[in-house]
């Protein structure tokens, strides 16, 4: 039976497998010794090969596969599915499990991995007939691209992998209900009104924008009607940020401007995106401006279950996002008028914000992240894929990375996993080898899955990994310094290892640079000789405040400035 399995996942064009072989798993990879046109990566952990999946996916532009044995190997791939769900990215699990003759048991190593998964996934089926494995395998696929992205998850009992089968087994399952429906023309037409009565219309581009290749409709829509663009932090990814109307991402830590740009919008168009609280803040003020009638809402979703979840709008379009902007702007004049000072005082903020951090850069011992994040952007080309970790150096690259090619920036955002950077970026590698990788990540993230730097040497998969080294979990030390009285408990590093001699045990050079222009140069020599490196950075982590803030709870307008903005306001002031 494994050997159909095989030969389905060529068939769909599949020619990696990622993930960690055992006892339940084990006739698979065996199967793939026999093809030489799939390649099995082995991983250090499961974890590390779940996220790997994601970054292959997020920059392939289709599904990834990972395999891993029953029971823990299985419950190891959870967190990264799980990422996966929350990003809407495609990957495909394939878990070996006991014998059926064991089931209900508690053999060794045996795990309702059904149970553990249907809620972080869009499908998970377990074979029980060797007829059934290749056709779940390929439905599995599909239904992990189509519509919304998302992971699966097939099941293989260990007696069934070795079973022979007899034709292939119909498994009922309707995927046409995974289909987004056409834009209903009635809506459009709705959206088009309230857009051409707006006054301060901004865009928002969620993650969905990229998915559906919807970059360039976003631009021509907000260029049609003289609408900034702000993004989520998925959706970060979709726009170029070299475009005069993109302002950044918006939210918790995004760029002032752009929050600045949600809250005072007369008219909100959101493409793709579930309105996150992390983006938002709160709801109160987004659903009493909707309903007294302040702000109109547009929500363009492929999911269903997406519109009016968090927020009821005024029209909700149930479409993949490509196709209803295009419909939309059909039907659209070129730009009616608009308040002529808007635009100008969302530039003057964000001309304050950068000038207010050029003079705090002066006050750093050591690096200024943000600092660094620009020469490290002057070092790298513009099609370089750049990976994150997650933490304080996450959110200063929300703020500060600029994105020029859609598709190259890759963060975990909807679950925030640290570990997340090194694994998504040797994912990234092995989806395009002819494509600079550059990670920014933490010392706290590196050191949850640095074990997968092993597969650097091992597959010739080089990328930068630059680590912001502030000797804490800094984001949430900041939480603590600001919210809970400076009460720092299990968030400083009171000994970080040398990470260059971890780097050195993997075979990895690493430099510690004293300069910027050191930095940039250590860059310019990995990405020219495509060598991997390890970059430790040395960052103030007493200075290390990440701002803008919008603390927990707060509305956009409430978020905390650096120094040198204090008489700047986020609420405009309309005559």
Known sequence: MVDRVIDTLRELKVRHILGITGGSIMALFDAAYFVDDIDVIMFRHEQGAAHAAEGYARVAKRPAVVAATSGPGATNLVTGLTDAYMDSVPVVAITGQVATW????????????????????????????????????????????????????????????????????????????????????????????????????VVLAGGGVLWSGATREVIELAERIGAPIVSTLPGKAAIPHNHPLYLGPAGMHGRAEADAALANADVV?????????????????????????????????????????????????????????????????????????????????????????????????????????????????????????????QMWAEIWWEVYEPGTYITSAGLGTMGFGIPASLGAKLADPSRPVICIDGDGSFQMTFNNLALVREYNLPFVEIIFNNAALQLVLQWQVYMYGNRQVATRFARNPDFIKIGEAYGIEGVRPSSYEELEKAVSWAVRNNEPMIIDVTIDGDKDIVLPWVKPGDWLTQAILPKGMEDISLYYERD
């Open 102 to 201: 064991v089931f209900g048991r508690d053999g060794f190593q045996e795990t309702d991995i059904l149970g553990v998964a249907t809620p972080i996934t869009k499908w998970v089926y377990q074979v029980r007939r060797p007829e059934e494995a290749s056709p779940a395998v390929r439905i599995a696929y599909e239904i992990s691209a189509l519509g919304r992205p998302g992971p699966t998850l097939v099941d293989l009992p260990r007696d069934i992998q070795i079973q022979t089968p007899r034709g292939e087994a119909a498994i009922p399952i309707n995927v046409t209900k995974f289909i987004p429906p056409r834009p209903r023309h009635e809506d459009i037409a709705r959206a088009a009104k309230i857009i051409i009565e707006a006054q301060r219309p």
């Open 269 to 393: 168009i959101a493409v793709g995106t579930r309105f996150s609280d992390r983006t938002w803040g709160r709801f109160r003020e987004l659903q009493e401006a909707v309903r007294s009638g302040d702000m109109k809402v547009i929500h363009i979703d492929i999911d269903r279950s997406e519109i009016g979840k968090n927020v009821k709008p005024t029209v909700g379009i149930v479409a993949d996002a490509r196709e209803a902007l295009r419909e939309l702007i059909d039907i659209l004049p070129v730009a009616a008028t608009r308040d002529p000072k808007y635009m100008a005082w969302l530039y003057h903020i964000r001309r304050r914000y950068e000038d207010s951090m050029e003079k705090l850069a002066s006050e750093f011992k050591y690096f200024a992240p943000w600092k660094v994040l620009k020469t490290v952007r002057r070092a790298a080309p513009p099609n370089a894929v750049t990976v994150t970790g997650v933490g304080g150096h």
